[in-house]
């Protein structure tokens, strides 16, 4: 099917999501409020969602494979939490100070990640970045932060070099190249006891699906360790990955983890945990100096019990099972792919992946493989009624079934042959 034939027809789909984003454009820049969500012609404009699928405002349904960003681990109106939020509400749910739905959740990451003595919360991955970094910072005493070169964690300034073309940031930023351990190693040597941190996010999901190398991730761990920066994990994504997050996964220590995602239960929520010597900086009550910690919205009531629930309601059974669910989709594909002379690369780590029309790996980064392809599949894919993320990034829900696997499957695998040559 020609380019002009896929557009044509999602065109034709979506004749009052091309209205209302008109009209969103006149009052908001490009017509949305999230880079993210953007591509060409036009993205549609969600109506609702239920379980594993999202409607549109034309009536069109999706089986979801992006679920807000990946956070929204349980599907759309989950029922457990829609029906806790609806018995909570009344009472009403930002109050200064603290307040049992927090203490709860609080308690329920200390008991599920390893590092956590204790946490503090944000109200999403972003703030829980710079929180993380001001830890860091605060804790060591020094200034520069050693990041992935293209790797993303949110709109903070000082985690945004390497990304949006922007390069190191003088004093405060320093790259390097996610699975090129000795491209870390060299700037930590060079740069040893002025480096508070190195952040990385354990499979690079920014751009192209990039997991680790088997020993990348240790090998930096331990070089930060050497000149005594901080080891600071970005789990906001992969924290799905096991019950106790990437770490537990892949045997790290870090020194702070931070979260952010399907944490808030699919509400607005982020959360910094570390050893209790690193979180008692934020300690209010110390009188010596520590670092200041605000946010009107912190640990609010709801998120705090939408996030209580979600990450009780995520068992090693039910990872298992979005892991497997991965599998047999990345297989399915594979064998489309090659039935209809499309060179199809799957990079993939437990319920996530990225699909690239490339007969060899693709380099991490933002920069994919075929482009032009790429966006051809993502509106064939809405075109058969499965929402990928831009770019062709997938990630499993806990709420995907056997019905709704084989849906995602046949529409994803129309999709592969509308664009095949
Ligand atoms: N870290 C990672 C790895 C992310 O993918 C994101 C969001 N895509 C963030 C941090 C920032 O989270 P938020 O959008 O909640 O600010």
Redesign the pocket.
Known sequence: MALNSIEEAYKARTVKSAALLRRAGRSLPGGLTRN?GFHRPYPVVHARGKGPHLWDVDGNRYVDLNYN???LIHGHAYGPVTDALARAMPSGWAWLGTQEAQIEFAESLCARIEIFDKVLFTN????A?MLAVKLARGFTKRSLILKANGG????YSDLEAGLHGQGELPGRTLLAEFNDAESFERVIEQHGRSIAAVVL?PVM??GVVMPALPGFLDRVQRAAHRVGALFVL?D??MFRLATGGSAEKFGLEPDITFL??FIGGGLPA?AVGARQEIMDLADPGRTDDGIYHGGSFNGNALSSLAGRIAIEHLTAERIDGMDKAAQRLKQTLEGKAKSVGVPLFVLDEGSVMGLYFSETKPKPGSHLPNEALSARFHLACLNNGVQTGPGCMIAMATVIDEATLAEASAGMSQALADIAP
């Open positions: 993210y960003g990946l956070s999403s991955g972003t703030e970045g993303y964690h949110g709109t996010e999901y920014t970005d906001c994504l952010g995602k982020g």
